[in-house]
């Protein structure tokens, strides 16, 4: 299964986010059955995406997360290419159509 960073402060989210070209950040809050349900299924899923860094930072732990990615609610996810916003996925998440965008993002980022 894919690694994942554990980030927990907004310092540790702007390194991980510059140190990586391609980064999946998956922003959680304790307690949320949705949450921790998908976490394995992004690490799978991830497997398959090699230059694709995976983050998870918790809302409640690193506050400013929120705030600095307009996070209304979680889970969230993010795919940031040189730290910019490229794919945002909500709490309702279809694995099928997530795997679509990704392979069309890397297809592209990699030519």
């Known amino acids: 299964m894919k690694e994942v960073r554990e980030l927990k402060t907004i310092g540790e989210v702007d390194a991980f986010l510059a140190e990586h070209e391609l980064s999946f950040l998956y922003v959680s809050t304790p307690g949320c ?3 921790e349900s998908l976490m394995p299924k992004l690490r799978e899923l991830l497997d398959d995406y090699s ?3 995976f983050g998870h930072a918790d809302a409640s732990e690193v506050e400013e997360v929120a705030e600095r990615f307009l996070i209304l609610a979680a ?3 993010l795919l ?4 910019r ?6 709490r ?20």
């Open 92 to 111: 309702f998440v279809r694995f099928g159509p997530l795997r679509e965008k990704l392979d069309r993002i890397c297809g592209l980022y990699q030519k």
């Open 51 to 53: 230059p694709i860094s």
């Open 85 to 90: 916003e490229y794919l945002r996925e909500d």
């Open 33 to 35: 059955s949705t949450c």
């Open 80 to 83: 940031l290419i040189g730290g």
């Open 75 to 77: 889970p969230i996810m």
